[in-house]
């Protein structure tokens, strides 16, 4: 997992405008379900079978938590049906949207 920290309210307000736009759908959605998302971060790994040694893993993970790995801009975004896991076989791109001041 890779922390990421918004430099403006740009994130939010997308999460903000996409929660309106689903609720008055009538679609049926999952956002929110769970818990509120408010954070940035991003899942870069998932692993295929168990770990053998999940504390050293830990550890790693412990030792590079301040490592600073640079900075992007997102000027696209994709909405996506998939599972879980994100598997290229079940991923259907749905739409792309480009962001920013029209």
Do not use: C
Not at 15 to 33: M, V
């Amino acid at each position: 997992m890779v922390q990421g920290f918004p430099e403006d309210e740009g994130l939010e307000e997308l999460r903000e405008a996409t929660r309106a736009f689903f609720r008055a759908s009538g679609l049926q959605q999952s956002i929110d379900t769970r818990y509120s998302i408010h954070t940035a971060h991003s899942t870069v790994i998932r692993f295929t079978r168990p770990l053998s040694d999940a504390p050293m893993l830990v550890a790693r993970l412990a030792q590079y938590q301040e490592q600073f790995i640079g900075t992007f801009v997102v000027d696209v975004v994709e909405l996506v049906f998939n599972d879980w896991y994100q598997r290229a076989r079940t991923t259907v791109l749905l739409g792309t949207y480009p962001l920013g001041k029209p």
